[in-house]
Nanobody
Framework: QVQLVESGGGLVQAGGSLRLSCAAS????????MAWFRQAPGKERQFVAG????????SYLNSVKGRFTISRDTAKNTVYLQMNSLKPEDTAVYYC????????????WGQGTQVTVSS
């Protein structure tokens, strides 16, 4: 079972940057895909960015392409989400998630970290 702990959220002005981290433990991540999701108040959770642990393939929500970058450090077993040019509509709780490659559902989740972007 993979355990995930997010950090790095906070309050930032529009146009600013934040970097979220997701530290994974419990097992090797070889064969896993990792992702960041977010959920704003009153809205459904949405996929933001994903990365395959072995191979570095990435995917993004259209509205964050060119502003957000997902990466991973295999030595630290950590996934990052670099968020630049933040907008008020990026305000949400951001969650890290993990799943075996080939599975549609993510079955390991972190506790979430709040990101608030002021206008």
């Amino acid at each position: 079972q993979v355990q995930l702990v997010e950090s790095g959220g906070g309050l930032v002005q529009a146009g600013g940057s934040l970097r979220l981290s997701c530290a994974a433990s419990g097992r090797t991540l070889s064969g896993y895909k990792m992702a960041w999701f977010r959920q704003a108040p009153g809205k459904e959770r949405q996929f933001v960015a994903g990365i395959v642990w072995s191979g570095d393939s990435t995917s993004y929500l259209n509205s964050v392409k060119g502003r957000f970058t997902i990466s991973r450090d295999t030595a630290k077993n950590t996934v990052y989400l670099q968020m630049n040019s933040l907008k008020p509509e990026d305000t949400a709780v951001y969650y890290c998630a993990a799943a075996l490659v080939g599975r549609q559902e993510y079955d390991a989740w972190g506790q979430g970290t709040q990101v608030t972007v002021s206008s």
